[in-house]
């Protein structure tokens, strides 16, 4: 069991699930949603399972980027990271491969109880849409390092992450309560993808002499490692700009700024990645960039409920 939470990468979940907490609490706090009270938009059952989805995309991803990097010979003496599962034969490559089947089924089963919920038996296409959405993330999160034409090897992984961490994640799970798109959501939703990529190329970064040994062509190795640092540098700056703006564009009073404390170790983060010279120091800070990207959805949740003991009490003495 030690060996499977180790695998499951554990410190990766919060970041995972920075998307569904904004998207999720934007639709509580929005009153001009289609349906008229935010208490009647939001919903728990979706809420946990668009969390437990995403939670086991996420484990999905981690399971099969061990499995894909180890029988391909990545992970090896070179790689400066923790040992992976298969890198250090705690777990062989049949045990994984049977684990990324199980998370694959229990995860589309999840997404499948998450559609359920949102749409009932109406809004068939809605339904379709989302079930094809969640079979593409599914098939996405396994084929980033697995196959012979795995995408991650070929630098499409920041893609990948973007879209499903980032615009998938927040937008998709408020579409789920909302049956619609709010434009102004779309500036969180691209930070939390922003951070999000921030996190991988963290991890190319620390990876890249490894990576490029081994033919794993990520976009760090493609481009080398001062022009990642200046690409990691735009990646963090503008989602911590896109966030202000969402803020403003609000109308956000002056105690709704509380979200600015995150970009404090975010900030001292950029510093540290500025003046670092060894990639292998580079590991800590994929726990701090994580951690710091679920404080601001933390924090940015809190500040857009207002008036929010209302809401909270609405909610659950209104029997929802």
């Given amino acids: 069991m030690k060996h499977w939470i180790e695998a ?15 998207g999720s609490i934007y ?48 992970d090896n003496a070179d790689r400066v ?13 049949q045990a994984m491969k049977k684990a990324i089947i199980i998370t694959s089924f229990l995860t589309l089963l999840s997404a499948i109880v998450l559609i359920y919920f949102a749409f009932g038996e109406s809004n068939f ?30 630098g499409f992984g920041d893609v990948f992450v973007f879209v499903f961490f980032g615009l998938v994640s927040t937008l998709g799970v408020n579409f789920l309560y909302s049956k619609e798109v709010d434009p102004l959501l779309i500036l969180p939703a691209i930070s939390i ?52 703006i969402f803020a403003f564009l609000s109308d956000y009073n002056f105690d709704q700024y509380l979200f600015l404390l995150a970009f404090i170790p975010l900030t001292k983060h950029l510093i540290t990645v500025y003046k670092n010279q060894n990639p292998k120091l580079l590991d800590p800070e994929l726990k701090k960039l994580a951690l710091s990207t679920f404080l601001l959805s933390i924090l940015l949740t809190v500040c857009m409920i207002s008036l929010i003991s209302d809401i909270i009490v609405n909610l659950f003495l209104g029997g929802r």
């Fill in 125 to 154: 296409g809605y339904s379709i849409f989302f079930l094809l959405l969640g079979i593409a993330a599914i098939v996405s999160a396994i084929r980033y390092t697995v196959g012979n034409s795995a995408y991650g090897y070929r």
């Fill in 81 to 93: 990271g923790p040992q992976r599962a298969i890198q250090s034969g705690v777990i062989t490559p």
């Fill in 193 to 244: 993808g922003l951070l999000s990529v921030g996190v991988l190329n963290l991890n190319n970064m620390r990876d890249e002499e490894s990576d490029r040994k081994s033919g794993k062509n990520t976009i760090v190795v493609q481009i080398g490692g001062a022009k990642a640092k200046i690409y990691h540098f735009t990646l963090i700056i503008t989602a911590m700009l896109l966030v202000v």
């Fill in 27 to 74: 639709a509580l706090s929005n009153p001009t949603a289609t349906i008229n009270t935010p208490t009647e938009v939001f919903s728990w059952k979706i809420f946990g399972f668009a969390l437990l989805t995403t939670l086991g995309l996420q484990v999905l991803s981690n399971f099969a980027n061990d499995y894909g990097d180890g029988v391909k010979g990545t």
């Fill in 8 to 22: 499951a990468r554990l410190r990766t979940l919060p970041l995972s699930v920075s998307g569904i907490i904004v």
